[in-house]
Every structure is written in structure tokens, then in C-alpha cells.
């Protein structure tokens, strides 16, 4: 019995310990995350210096820099002084578009996809897409020169583009409906 008690005793003092803190088995320092953003860094780099060596080896074409990180030229340029309307948020564009390599190679070809309606900002629309198409009036066609990063990014479009793909796009604006008219007539 004596010992039962001592034995009670015991427990109900061990009991009464205030729990410690559990530390973790390792520490990450962060480098992976580190190691990560080196790799994107690069990757990038490369991706840029392959868009302007196949834009140097077009010389005939005049290509223009997005502010967005991205490259264009016009195949149809719109040359009314009427037409000066750009895309804004809210607004609907009627568009179409495919899809091809660096290379010229079709991902997507001409007439594959079918004619897209898309509110501006309101809507998912890869990057690049969404941010080129607030460049456009009326009626032009726009090739658009997009880094992975701008396009399908790491996981690619989960059919024909694969992870970390630059494109291009070309795309044509047939109409641009503004959100207020599209407001009244709801």
C-alpha cells in the first residue's frame, strides 16, 4: 500500500509539470526559396535572349516593347483617326486568336479557336493575353511575342503547351463593346 501511495504521489507530481516548447528537428535557412528565385531569374533570361534573337533575325519587322514585359509587332494596323479606343476594365472584346511556338510552329492554329467574348479584368484570361489586348483598337491584328511567365507559366496550358513555354499569339480585335452600354441593355 505504501508503495501505491508513493507511486501516486509520483504521477501527480509529474502531472503538474508545465508543458515546454517543441523545437523544430531542422531549420531552413531559406535557401531553397533562394536557390528557387536564382533558377526563375535565369530561366527568364534565357527565355528573353531566345525572343530577341528570333526578333533579330526578323529584321523587316518592327517590333515594339510592352511595359508589361512582353513583345509585339502589327499585322494590321488600324489607320483611322476615328478609331482610338482602347480596351478599358469592365468592357467586352470579341477577338480571336491562336497560338504557335517561337518558331512559327502552330500550338493552336487560325480558325481552331473559336471567337472569344471577354470582360476586360472581370474574366481568367492568361497575363500576357489579358495585358496585350488593352494595347489594341478596332479591327487590328497584333502578334505578340510572350515569355512563359506572361503565358501559360509553370504548369502550361495542361494540353498542347507544355510548362515554362514562351509563345506567340497572334490576335485580332473585331469589337469592343464599353461596360456602360452593356449595363442598359441588360
Not at 81 to 94: A, H, L, Q
Request: glycine content about 6%.
Amino acid at each position: 500500500m505504501r508503495h501505491l501511495i508513493t507511486l501516486i504521489i509520483v504521477i501527480t507530481i509529474a502531472g503538474c509539470k508545465s508543458p515546454e516548447a517543441r523545437y523544430p528537428v531542422s531549420q531552413n535557412t531559406g535557401s531553397y526559396i533562394d536557390e528557387s528565385v536564382q533558377r526563375n531569374k535565369e530561366m527568364i533570361a534565357e527565355e528573353e535572349d531566345h525572343i530577341k534573337q528570333v526578333m533579330g533575325e526578323n529584321t523587316d519587322t518592327e517590333f515594339l516593347t510592352s511595359a508589361d514585359g512582353f513583345w509585339y509587332y502589327y499585322n494590321e494596323k488600324s489607320t483611322d483617326s476615328t478609331n482610338t479606343r482602347t480596351p478599358e476594365f469592365g468592357d467586352i472584346v470579341v477577338f480571336d486568336y491562336s497560338i504557335s511556338s517561337l518558331d512559327g510552329r502552330p500550338i493552336y492554329a487560325e480558325g481552331e479557336k473559336p471567337t472569344r467574348e471577354y470582360a476586360i479584368d472581370k474574366e481568367k484570361l492568361f497575363t500576357g493575353l489579358r495585358q496585350g489586348l488593352k494595347l489594341m483598337k478596332e479591327g487590328e491584328t497584333v502578334t505578340f511575342l510572350f515569355p512563359s511567365h506572361k503565358a501559360f507559366g509553370y504548369y502550361g496550358d495542361k494540353k498542347r503547351i507544355g510548362r515554362n513555354t514562351p509563345i506567340t499569339a497572334k490576335v485580332t480585335l473585331h469589337e469592343i463593346k464599353e461596360e456602360s452600354n452593356q449595363e442598359s441593355n441588360n
